[in-house]
């Protein structure tokens, strides 16, 4: 008689494939995006500097957004096994402290990348490695807020990329507008951040977890995310007509308008339709960047 057991052994080492999925790749854009944004904007040949904008690409997003990605994902292995069981670290995939030692490395290996982009690269990492660790780790830990926490990564993931993009090109801390500008998409990125939060409403209610979602319900967050990313595009608007950049300014108004179509349609459902607006309206948000970027070239 032959008899079989499924007991499964305990993985030692993470498999790769985990390992992949704990950094998300899929979170990478936006502080990429924001990081190109800034070097569009400070007006600087890219000629002579495509080293910089691809070094600093990989530095904002699969290094620093990826480490941070793992350093949450530890932080939030209790929260997962509610919302996510299925995630790298919960399910087994990535055992141990596997989760926390990849989070470290890469904590390490940014300081270093970092440093090649010169004293404001350096400043600027150090910076952001500091915040994806005060927004998940205990006991800081600002994401227990939904104003603090979402505020926090919008910084992270849209202005300070893009105030060191400017920064690294120009060797120099940049202009005012660029500053202004880089400051009023990450305050609009509050509101794309609370949506994200829309995914893990459940067990961040029981995690105790203060996202908005679940402080305010998803009809009142959805709608108070709306407003927050709305109005710093009007003010960028506004600003552009200021400078007489009157043909880019309709542009992004253009944008903005798509926009308010896509809020119209998430507004009908919005727990379930969050993650579809965050497929779409922010795409809009992002381009509106991008030509906002284009603009700021040669201005002061």
Request: contains cysteine; glycine residues 10%.
């Amino acid at each position: 008689m032959t008899v079989t057991t499924d007991i499964q052994v305990p993985r030692q080492y993470p498999d790769p494939a985990a390992a992949l999925q704990l950094i998300k790749p899929v979170t990478w854009f936006p502080p990429m995006w924001a990081y190109a944004c800034g070097v569009i904007s400070s007006g600087v040949p890219l000629s002579e500097h495509w080293g910089k904008l691809t070094l600093g690409v990989i530095l904002a997003g699969p290094i620093v957004c990826g480490m941070s990605q793992a350093a949450n994902d530890w932080c939030d292995r209790h929260v997962d096994a509610i919302n996510e069981p299925d995630r790298p670290i919960p399910s087994g995939r990535v055992p141990g402290r596997w989760g926390l030692w990849i989070a470290l490395a890469m904590s390490a290996l940014a300081l270093v990348v970092g440093a090649f982009l010169g004293l404001w690269g350096f400043i600027a990492t150090v910076v952001a490695v500091i915040c994806a660790w005060a927004y998940s780790a205990e006991p800081v830990r600002l994401k227990k807020s939904g104003w603090w926490g979402p505020g926090l990564v919008g910084l992270c993931y849209e202005g300070l990329p893009w105030f060191t993009g400017a920064a690294v090109m120009m060797a120099m801390f940049p202009s005012a507008e660029i500053v202004m500008i880089a400051t009023l998409y990450a305050l609009g990125a509050h509101g794309i951040m609370t949506l994200n939060d829309f995914k893990a409403l459940e067990g961040d209610r029981v995690m105790g977890v203060n996202s908005l979602p679940v402080t305010l319900g998803p009809e009142r967050a959805a709608r108070l995310a709306c407003w927050v990313m709305a109005l710093p595009q009007v003010a960028v608007i506004a600003l552009l007509f200021q400078w007489g950049l009157q043909d880019r300014a309709l542009i992004v108004t253009g944008l903005l308008v798509l926009q308010f179509w896509a809020m119209r349609e998430m507004m009908e459902d919005p727990k379930g339709r969050a993650p579809w607006y965050n497929g779409t309206g922010v795409l809009f948000y992002v381009s509106g960047m991008m030509v906002t970027a284009f603009a700021l070239r040669g201005i002061g």
